[in-house]
């Protein structure tokens, strides 16, 4: 499928549609044609039902935000049951807007111009194709494990097991819905919902987190050495979360299940609640502290 565009439209190959199940199509109708399109009348949906088929989707022209948001999830919403899918990929000729590839678990972006920060769950590798910039799902190279994987920036690594990400980059929803035994560390700070959707694994932040960290966490361990914003642990079912510095408000909000460790006082939305830790060999472990320290901290969970 060939499109143009003549302007920067955002939520282009979004498999949520700008969250659908939050707006019920007021914001975005998978129905409707993509604005500013040329002499073409596609749908979002057909787009994403392209891409979905496995054929490659190439764009003429700069797009906007949110560019192939959960790019490969059949998601539940639409009676996918949120398992990964094989599908084709999203060719760029121009740029993309901030937080591209966000909850993106399969596919590739190739891109000729640049990207904007934050990025979602990507990181760019060596390219294929002339011409173009190639990035793909981190939760895709933990999954398949393949240590041969070619990084552009040489100071991202990945053994087979561990990716070290030390490009320095600022992204969204590192390693959504990982669901196998790998380990993902940022040498420096994230943004938006870190370990959305995992369910196994571990994810080390050495420098601060954003807002909703951990958020709908359904197991594994998330754990940041630094500071955290608001919302930390919303929703969250299963497995640990671990904030080394402050949290801000509105933590463990409708938590289900799990345990949010957290240094000093704390408040936790009802019905989670702030007490004490329930293993401090975990936290020197984890946070490489002593146990006189691992006593300042709470225990937040039902």
């Known amino acids: 499928m060939h499109i143009t565009l003549n302007s920067h439209v955002d939520c282009i190959c979004d498999f949520t549609y700008n969250f659908?199940?939050?707006?019920k199509g007021k914001e975005?109708?998978?129905?409707?044609?993509?604005?500013?399109?040329?002499?073409?009348?596609?749908?979002?949906r057909q787009l994403v039902e392209t891409l979905t088929n496995g054929e490659d989707v190439h764009i003429s022209g700069s797009v906007?935000?949110?560019?192939?948001s959960s790019l490969g999830v059949n998601l539940a919403y639409f009676g996918g049951g949120g398992r990964i899918l094989d599908i084709g990929c999203v060719f760029i000729d121009g740029d993309i807007g901030t937080r591209a590839g966000i909850s993106m678990v399969s596919g590739a972006i190739y891109v000729s111009g640049k990207i904007a920060e934050p990025i979602g769950n990507i990181?760019?590798?060596?390219?294929?194709?002339?011409?173009?910039?190639?990035?793909?799902?981190?939760?895709?190279?933990?999954?398949?494990?393949d240590s041969d994987v070619r990084f552009v920036d040489t100071r991202n690594i990945f053994d087979?097991?561990?990716l070290t990400l030390g490009d320095g980059i600022l992204r969204d929803t590192v390693a959504a819905r990982l669901d196998v035994n790998a380990i993902v560390v940022v040498s420096g700070d994230v943004d938006l919902s870190?370990?959305?959707?995992?369910?196994?694994?571990?994810?080390?932040?050495?420098?601060?987190?954003?807002?909703?960290?951990?958020?709908?966490?359904?197991?594994?361990?998330?754990?940041?050495?630094?500071?955290?914003?608001?919302?930390?642990g919303t929703d969250m079912r299963k497995g640990e979360l671990i904030i080394g510095g402050k949290?801000?408000?509105?933590?463990?909000?409708?938590?289900?299940?799990g345990s949010i460790y957290v240094k000093g006082d704390v408040k936790a939305v009802p019905p989670a609640k702030v007490g004490a830790v329930d293993d401090m060999g975990l936290l020197q472990k984890e946070l490489g502290i002593n146990r006189m320290i691992a006593m300042m901290f709470k225990r937040i969970g039902l």
């Open 123 to 145: 990181v760019e590798v060596v390219s294929d194709e002339e011409g173009y910039k190639k990035f793909v799902s981190i939760t895709e190279i933990l999954r398949d494990g």
């Open 20 to 23: 659908i199940w939050q707006h």
């Open 194 to 232: 870190t370990g959305i959707l995992m369910r196994n694994g571990k994810i080390v932040v050495e420098g601060d987190g954003g807002m909703n960290t951990g958020v709908l966490l359904n197991g594994g361990r998330v754990i940041v050495m630094g500071n955290v914003g608001e919302f930390a």
């Open 64 to 68: 906007g935000k949110r560019f192939a």
């Open 247 to 257: 949290a801000q408000g509105y933590i463990g909000a409708n938590m289900k299940g």
């Open 28 to 44: 975005l109708d998978p129905k409707t044609p993509i604005p500013d399109q040329v002499d073409s009348e596609y749908t979002y």
């Open 160 to 162: 087979g097991k561990t």
